[in-house]
């Protein structure tokens, strides 16, 4: 009998093994408590607000503008509403919101909602509580075109241009609800971090810079590209490789080590030459529609183009691993990699592994960890906040940073 039950206990671990959470089940399972939310617009990003009335299930929210857009472009759902005294009611609610969601896109969102940031959030204020917001905010990549004429825009605006908002807040009058958010600034000091590593480092001579294109960069890219514009020196000995991880391809069609969209140019082409190459490189990324980037495979492939190199630097997203983490021992020169993204968020391991691998070294836009090539097996470090200890040849997160 004992082993009816073990057996019959193993063949139910094993269903439930291969059970596969719903689209609302995942958006319900992350929740944040918070006070009240507020959007936070950002570069290169669109963000569509869909309200919902007031305790109730429904909205005037037009579904036809969600089926507009390419449900592979989208990055985050977030569900957003204020605490209900009735759980069983607010739980109702909850589902029968989501449900609407589902439908305004036919459906579409089972396809992609594993690879989705899912987030709710429950707003506590008691204070006003009828004008707390409630519905769904959905963060989605603009197109690889829309995010060039950014960088552009950014390099022929003058500075004291006024950003537009990304939504109408008038359209959330009719709901009663009012919705703080922090207007998205492309000259904001946070993304100036690539000029100010590199004006912290002026000894990197003959330099490879190879550079993540991705759409998370673009704002990064554009205060970069400003500041490469004053600072442009022909003369200078300078090679680039622009990487947007697989021109647009799916992550089926990425070979490690082969997923291409690779583009490479010479500072003494000049200028105009590289923001050709750039553009370029941005325009065929088409919207890469999975996080991991091939930042290990660029650096191979920018070593081979220019052998001479004598400073390796990668530009990269913190928030976006490399897909080809394995590739690190075909590298034996360091790397320098300048982190972009860091903003109250912990060091991306595995960039502290290719910088510790290879004798290289760390850099935020406050920060430069330049001691990795010093350290032994069992010896710790503090970084950003954070304590790490370099265990069996890895760099191992052992406290994390109080984010304030």
Known sequence: MGNIISILFAIFLGTNS????????????????????????????KKIVIPFNYNSAT????????????????QKIEYIYSENGDLNHQN?????????????????????????????????????????FNGFVITIEKSSRSN?????????????????????????TKYGYVLPHVKADYSGYGYKTINRVFDRNTDWKNKLVVVDVTGS??????????????????????????????????????????????????????YSHLMKTITKAIVNGNCNHDLPENDIEAIIGGLQKF?????????????????????????????????????NRLINEDYLDLAYKTKGSIHTIEEDLTELLDLKEGSS?????????????????VKKAIIQ
């Open 307 to 343: 052998p001479d190199s004598k400073s390796i630097i990668l530009i990269a997203d913190n928030n976006a691993s490399p897909r080809d983490i394995k590739l690190i021992k075909k590298l034996d020169v360091p790397i320098k990699v300048i982190l972009c993204g860091t903003n």
């Open 217 to 270: 960069m673009t704002p990064y890219l554009a205060q970069y590209l400003l500041w490469l514009k004053l600072n442009f020196n022909k003369p200078e000995k300078q090679n680039f490789v622009f990487f947007n991880d697989g021109n647009g391809f799916k992550k089926i069609d990425k070979p490690i080590g082969k997923t291409g969209g690779l583009y490479f140019t010479e500072n003494n082409f000049g």
């Open 92 to 132: 109702k609610l909850n589902s029968e919101r989501i449900d609407t969601l589902s439908s305004f896109f036919k459906n579409r969102i089972n396809r992609v909602y594993k690879n989705l940031e899912l987030l709710t959030v429950v707003q506590t204020q008691k204070e006003n509580k009828r004008e707390l």
């Open 148 to 172: 060039s004429k950014l960088i552009n825009t950014v390099l022929n605006t003058p500075r004291n241009n006024k950003n537009q908002s990304c939504f109408n807040l008038d359209t959330l």
């Open 18 to 45: 291969f059970y596969a959470q719903s689209f609302k089940e995942l958006l319900l399972n992350k929740t944040e408590v918070k006070n009240r939310f507020t959007l936070i617009e950002e570069i290169s990003i």
């Open 59 to 74: 909205t005037d929210f037009d579904p036809s503008k969600l089926l507009k857009i390419p449900y592979r472009n989208i």
């Open 381 to 397: 470090f503090e970084f950003f906040g954070a304590t790490y200890h370099i265990k069996e040849g890895r760099v191992i997160l």
